[in-house]
């Protein structure tokens, strides 16, 4: 009778101990999770203050073209506009791209995100298959040891 309540008792910490281990990976990924959110924030605001520094620095550039047209006495007709519409529809471009490459990060981040979750949901499940199947054993070497073969 000894035996078998030690056999119960340890059943019992094993299934316990499978689901605190599921519960753990599942804490660890969630926490993975949030981090990996976070550097996605990061990086929308990383590329925002990029795309802002790019236009910025764009606008500086057709100002000292527009001010050197001005002191060449050339007027604006013709190649001039061209070259400063060119100018524009390039730097506008660039900042397509800073954005697009930032989408993409971001895209790709929630994506891990969403991945470690489920990694954690997947360990939490195992942690409790882990218990019933600790349980199922534990019953059965409990059931074994009732059993008297001499009877």
Same mark, same amino acid.
């Given at each position: 009778?000894?035996?078998? @309540? ?7 910490? $094993?299934?316990a101990?499978s ?9 660890? *990924?969630?926490?993975?999770?949030? @981090?990996?959110?976070?550097? *996605? ?6 590329? *925002? ?12 550039? &057709?100002?000292?073209?527009?001010? $050197? ?13 061209a ?14 791209a800073?954005?697009?490459? $930032?989408?993409?990060? &971001?895209n790709?981040?929630?994506? &891990? ?12 499940a ?7 199947s600790?349980?199922?054993?534990? *019953? ?12």
């Amino acid at each position: 009778m000894c035996l078998m @309540a030690l056999s119960l008792i340890g059943t019992a910490v $094993s299934a316990a101990g499978s689901i605190a281990q599921g519960n753990q990976a599942a804490a660890a *990924a969630e926490a993975q999770a949030a @981090a990996i959110e976070q550097q *996605a924030e990061a990086e929308r605001r990383a590329s *925002a203050y990029e795309a802002l520094q790019t236009s910025r620095k764009q606008e500086l550039q &057709q100002s000292a073209a527009r001010a $050197s047209i001005g002191a060449s006495g050339v007027g604006f007709a013709g190649s001039p506009t061209a070259v400063l519409v060119a100018n524009a529809g390039q730097g506008q471009l660039d900042l397509e791209a800073i954005r697009f490459g $930032s989408t993409l990060k &971001q895209n790709n981040l929630g994506t &891990q995100a969403d991945l470690s979750r489920m990694q954690g949901r997947q360990a939490k499940a195992a942690g409790a298959i882990g218990a019933v199947s600790s349980f199922i054993n534990g *019953a059965t070497n409990a059931v074994r040891m009732n059993q008297n073969p001499f009877q």
